[in-house]
């Protein structure tokens, strides 16, 4: 982050280790990792090409994230090739948008969606198939911004370059080709309670309150 980033301008604290005093990343993470067990096999839906890696700069953030090593094994997951980018994964999936996640019933311990849910067109499918891989008494970490949020209002009515603009100020480190098409179809607790209804609330961790 160089000296003259509008970040470390209008929040100075950033300069002590590239932490926000409210980074949602940071907490996210956290979570996640204090529930993870060595045994556990963990999918990272949505995986992407590993964005948070890009930055040799946010080296406590890049800790939290990387989830290989700290457990059996890490699958991810995306419909995007980039996935095959991504440094710290143990097996790599590309599926088709709407397509089946190619691993076992009940073979997974915990899933976790970081920005991803704010994508999902076909959210009830998407449901199923965690719903279906998923152990009993496993977990979903999802981190995605409310649908009534400032993020999420904001991509509604924002020109394409002012909420890219917006993208790189919320995903430090992240680049142009990492935003795509939003739905905000699973944004909202009455969303998930819909489309998991099977799942107690305290095993959904991460859906940001609208301001």
Request: charged fraction near 25%; proline fraction near 7%; hydrophobic fraction near 40%.
């Given at each position: ?15 002590a280790g590239s932490i926000l005093r409210d980074d949602g990343e940071i907490h996210f993470y956290t979570r996640v990792n204090a529930l993870l067990r060595p045994e556990m096999t963990v999918v990272d839906y949505g995986a992407g090409r590993g964005a948070v890696f890009d930055s040799g700069e946010f080296i ?152």
């Amino acid at each position: 982050m160089s000296k003259q980033d509008p970040i470390r301008l209008a929040r100075p604290e950033v300069a002590a280790g590239s932490i926000l005093r409210d980074d949602g990343e940071i907490h996210f993470y956290t979570r996640v990792n204090a529930l993870l067990r060595p045994e556990m096999t963990v999918v990272d839906y949505g995986a992407g090409r590993g964005a948070v890696f890009d930055s040799g700069e946010f080296i406590y953030r890049e800790a939290l994230a990387k989830l290989q090593g700290k457990v059996l094994r890490v699958i991810g997951v995306d419909v995007d090739d980039g996935i095959l980018q991504h440094p710290y994964l143990d097996e790599r999936h590309i599926i088709e948008v709407g397509g089946s996640i190619p691993l076992e019933d009940q073979s997974v311990d915990l899933l976790v969606a970081h920005w991803v849910f704010e994508h999902l067109k076909d959210p009830a499918q998407v449901a199923h198939e965690f719903a279906r891989i998923l152990k009993p008494g496993g977990w979903i970490c999802a981190r995605t911004p409310h649908r009534w949020g400032y993020v999420g209002i904001a991509t509604c009515l924002l020109p394409d370059y002012l909420e890219r603009t917006l993208h790189r100020l919320v995903r430090p480190g992240g680049v142009p080709h990492d935003k795509f098409p939003t739905a905000y179809l699973l944004n909202s607790k009455s969303s998930l309670t819909r489309f998991f209804p099977r799942l107690r609330t305290h095993k959904m961790v991460g859906v940001s309150r609208p301001l």
